[in-house]
């Protein structure tokens, strides 16, 4: 099953979105590592989820993707595609987990995570 795990909030401008995000939701948010910010939304993650901010890439260059943690991405690529996906960044390898990034049949973008 894809537990929603997290967000990525794409942005042109992060640092103003970040500033933004900090100011009127009180975020936490962390210094740029990768031209990405983590986002602490809560710090008990039984009441929230926390995410990122980051500049957005060329194919997703706004817009909130969900993060979502799946088993196996080779797997949650294969189901995907064959129900109209599009694969927009194939399984990347981080010191924790993998990830690659998706696009659903209507557009919304979605991160796949496969924890280590």
Not at 13 to 26: I, N, R
Request: hydrophobic share 35%.
């Amino acid at each position: 099953m894809g537990k929603l795990v997290g967000f990525e909030l794409n942005s042109q401008d992060p640092k103003k979105a970040a500033s933004f995000y900090s100011t009127v939701f009180g975020w936490e948010i962390s210094e740029p590592h990768w031209d990405y910010q983590t986002v602490t939304t809560t710090k008990d993650q039984q009441s929230g989820i926390n995410g990122g901010i980051a500049k957005g890439p060329h194919d997703y260059p706004h817009g909130i993707r969900l993060q979502l943690e799946v088993d196996s991405i080779e797997e949650a690529i294969t189901k995907a595609t064959a129900n109209g996906a599009l694969v927009v960044r194939d399984k990347m390898e981080f010191e924790e987990f993998y990830l690659a990034y998706i696009v659903d049949p209507v557009g919304l973008g979605l991160g796949l995570i496969e924890r280590k």
